[in-house]
C-alpha cells in the first residue's frame, strides 16, 4: 500500500509485469512479420526476374549460365528441409517454365530431324549439349521412345538410325544412346512378335496376348525384354477384371467347359489368386471327359405349348390344337426321358465352321463321353393371336428375376406368368436342375416368323394389317399402336432376346410369313427374306439357321436355296421321322423329328421316349 497527498492506492504488481510482457511479445511478432514481408518481397522481386534473365541467357547463347540457374532454382527445391512449410509454389512455376522453353525448341530440332532428314547445326549441338541434364533427360525419354515405336512398326530403320547417326556422340546423350543403339538389330528381330502381341491386347484377346508377351520375355533380353514386362504386367491388369466377370458369367449360365478353360488359364497367370482357384474348382466339379462323336444327331422340334389344357381341349377345342401341338407336361415327360437316355444338347452351329463366305467347314461333334448329341428346336415362336385363344401362350414376358416367361389367359380369366407355362422357361429350369443335360450351357434353336409379330409383340407398323386381321378372326379387340408403342415393343423385344442369347438360346428364321420355301417363286422368297432382315434380323443379330416350315426345304444346288446361302443362311432344317444330317455345297442340313399330339399317336419314337409315359391324359377328353 502506498499513499499519495494523504491517499492510499494499491497496486497488483504481477499483474502490471504481464501486461508489459504482452505488450512485448507482441512488438516482436509484429516486427517479426515486418521483416518477413520484406524479406518475401525482395524474394519476389528476385523470382520475377528470373525468367527473363533466363531468356536472355538463351538468346545470347549463354547456355551455361541458362544451365546454371536451372540447376541452382532446382537445387532449391529439391534440397529444402522435410520440415520447411514454406509455399515453394512460385519456384516450381519458374522451373516449369524453364523446362517448357527449353523443350520447344528441342521439339522442333527433333521434327526436324526426324521429318525433313536434318543435320543439325553446330549452334543446335551447343545448345543441345551446353543444356546439360535438361535437354540431355527430354532427349533420352524421345530415342528411347523411338526404339518402341521402331519396335511398335510405326517408324522405320533408315530413319531410325539417321536420327541415332545425328545425336549419338553428344556427351550429354552418349551414355543413353550407345546402349539403345547397340539393341536395334535385337528390336528388329522382336518386332513382328511383338506387334502380334500388341494386336492381340488391343482386340482383348488377353490370354493369347498373355501367351505371346510370355514367348517374347523367354526369348529376347535388354530393352525388348523391358517393354514386354512392362505390357506384360499391364495386360494382366487390364484383362483381370474383364476375365473374372467372363467366368463369373460362364459359371452363371453353365458353361462349364468354357469356364474351366477360361480360369485354367486364369489360374496359370495369377497363380496366387484364391477366388480363381475356388471358380475353377466349381467349373472342374461340373465337366466330364469328352470326346469325338461321329454318329447321328438327334434334332427334335416343338411349337409353342399348350399352356392351360382346360381352354384347350374342354372350352375352346379345335382338332388342330390337338394335332399340332404338345402339352407343358408333355415336353417334360419327353426331356426326362431324353435324359435318363443320356442325351446332351449340343449346339447345331459348333459343327460348322462358317468363317469363310464360300464354303463351309465340317467341325467335328464333341460331347461328353457316354453321351449323345441332341439339338431342340422351338419353332416359330412369334405368338400369332389365333393360339392365344386356345390355351397358349400369347406372349414372352421377363419376370422379377429376368427369367423368361409365358404369359397365357387361364379357363379362369386371370393373367398368368410363368416359366413353367412355355418350353424355354422349362428348358431353362430343366438344365439348372440337370447341367449335364446341356453342353456347356446349351439350350436350343428358336425360330421366329415376323408376319403378326415377334414373341408377341408388334415390332413394325407393317405387322399391324396381319395382325388386326388375326385378332377380328380370333373374336379380339384390334390394336392401334403409336410409333412409341412401337419402339417400347421393340426395347421389349430386344431385352427378351439378349436374355435368351446370354443363356445358351440360338436364333434362327422360319421365314417371314411361314411361307412353303419349295412351293415359291425366287421373287416371293426374295420380298420374305427381306422383310425377315428388316423386321425380325434386325433385333435378332446374325442368324446362319433357317428352320424350313413344314420341312418344305430346297435342295442345296436350287438357285433359291443359293440365294438364302447368300443371305447368310448356311444351317437348314428340313422334317424327317430319323436322325439325319450332311454337309453339302456351303451348307450343313438336318432333318428335324416333330413331337406334336399327332406324332405321339402315330410316329415311333421309342428310342427317345415311351409315349405311354409321356402323352397328356387331358388329351383323351377331346381325342
Known amino acids: 500500500m502506498m499513499e499519495f497527498g494523504g491517499n492510499s492506492v494499491s497496486v497488483d504488481k504481477p499483474r502490471s509485469i504481464g501486461m508489459w510482457v504482452l505488450i512485448s511479445i507482441a512488438i516482436l511478432s509484429l516486427l517479426s512479420m515486418l521483416v518477413i514481408m520484406v524479406f518475401v518481397e525482395k524474394d519476389t522481386k528476385r523470382l520475377a526476374g528470373v525468367m527473363p534473365e533466363f531468356n536472355e541467357a538463351l538468346e545470347k547463347r549463354d547456355y551455361s549460365k541458362a544451365l546454371s540457374m536451372y540447376r541452382e532454382l532446382n537445387d532449391i527445391i529439391i534440397n529444402r528441409d522435410p520440415g520447411d512449410d514454406s509455399d515453394f509454389s512460385k519456384e516450381y512455376e519458374i522451373l516449369t517454365q524453364m523446362e517448357a522453353t527449353v523443350n520447344e525448341r528441342v521439339t522442333q530440332i527433333e521434327d526436324k530431324i526426324r521429318y525433313d532428314r536434318y543435320t543439325p547445326t553446330a549452334d543446335d549441338i551447343a545448345f543441345l549439349e551446353g543444356l546439360g541434364e535438361l535437354t540431355g533427360a527430354r532427349m533420352t525419354v524421345w530415342l528411347t521412345d523411338l526404339c518402341e515405336e521402331f519396335l511398335l512398326g510405326t517408324i522405320e530403320k533408315p530413319t531410325l538410325m539417321f536420327i541415332f547417326e545425328q545425336l549419338e556422340n553428344l556427351n550429354n546423350l552418349q551414355a543413353a544412346t550407345r546402349p539403345l543403339r547397340a539393341e536395334i538389330d535385337q528390336i528388329e528381330l522382336s518386332r513382328g512378335d511383338v506387334q502380334s502381341a500388341e494386336a492381340l491386347f488391343a482386340n482383348a484377346d488377353y490370354i493369347a496376348a498373355v501367351e505371346y ?170 405368338y400369332t393371336a389365333a393360339r392365344s385363344t386356345i390355351g397358349m401362350c400369347q406372349r414372352l414376358v421377363l419376370n422379377d428375376l429376368g427369367q423368361v416367361c409365358g404369359e397365357y389367359i387361364s379357363a379362369s380369366g386371370q393373367t398368368v406368368v410363368s416359366r413353367s407355362s412355355e418350353a424355354i422357361g422349362i428348358l431353362d429350369a430343366f438344365v439348372e436342375e440337370h447341367p449335364d443335360f446341356s453342353y456347356n450351357g446349351v439350350k436350343g434353336v428358336i425360330s421366329l416368323t415376323g408376319y403378326q409379330s415377334v414373341f408377341g409383340y408388334v415390332t413394325d407398323i407393317d405387322q399391324v394389317d396381319d395382325r388386326n386381321s388375326a385378332l377380328q378372326a380370333a373374336g379380339l379387340s384390334t390394336i392401334d399402336p403409336t410409333d412409341k408403342d412401337i419402339d417400347n415393343n421393340k426395347a421389349m423385344v430386344q431385352a427378351i432376346v439378349d436374355k435368351l442369347k446370354d443363356s445358351g438360346w440360338i436364333m434362327a428364321s422360319s421365314t417371314y410369313g411361314f411361307i412353303n420355301a419349295n412351293h415359291c417363286e425366287l421373287e416371293t422368297i426374295e420380298a420374305d427374306t427381306q422383310k425377315w432382315q428388316a423386321q425380325v434380323g434386325s433385333i435378332l443379330g446374325p442368324v446362319s439357321i433357317l428352320v424350313y416350315p413344314n420341312g418344305d426345304f430346297i435342295r442345296g444346288s436350287d438357285p433359291r436355296c443359293g440365294y438364302l446361302k447368300d443371305q447368310g443362311f448356311r444351317i437348314f432344317f428340313g422334317v424327317g421321322p430319323s436322325p439325319y444330317y450332311t454337309y453339302g455345297d456351303n451348307y450343313l442340313y438336318f432333318d428335324r423329328c416333330m413331337l406334336n399330339g399327332d406324332t405321339l399317336r402315330n410316329v415311333d419314337y421309342s428310342r427317345l421316349f415311351d409315349v405311354s409315359e409321356v402323352y397328356d391324359e387331358s388329351r383323351k377328353k377331346s381325342h
Open 213 to 382: 508377351y510370355e514367348y517374347v520375355i523367354s526369348s529376347s533380353e535388354g530393352f525388348v525384354n523391358d517393354f514386354a514386362k512392362k505390357r506384360l504386367e499391364d495386360c494382366k491388369t487390364e484383362m483381370y477384371q474383364p476375365m473374372m466377370n467372363l467366368a463369373d458369367h460362364m459359371l452363371a449360365n453353365f458353361q462349364y467347359y468354357s469356364a474351366e478353360e477360361l480360369l485354367s488359364d486364369l489360374a496359370r497367370i495369377f497363380p496366387d489368386d484364391q477366388i480363381i482357384q475356388s471358380n475353377l474348382y466349381v467349373a472342374t466339379s461340373n465337366t466330364y471327359p469328352v470326346s469325338t462323336y461321329t454318329g447321328q444327331v438327334e434334332v427334335i422340334c416343338v411349337k409353342p405349348l399348350i399352356a392351360d389344357t382346360q381352354v384347350a381341349f374342354e372350352m375352346n377345342y379345335v382338332s388342330s390344337t390337338d394335332s399340332y401341338y404338345l402339352t407343358t407336361s408333355e415336353f417334360r415327360a419327353i426331356l426326362e426321358s431324353l435324359y435318363e437316355k443320356n442325351y446332351c444338347l449340343i449346339d447345331p452351329t459348333s459343327m460348322a465352321d462358317l468363317s469363310n463366305t464360300g464354303f463351309i467347314n465340317a467341325q467335328s461333334i464333341v460331347i461328353p463321353q457316354d453321351k449323345k448329341p441332341l439339338v431342340i428346336i422351338l419353332e416359330d415362336f412369334s
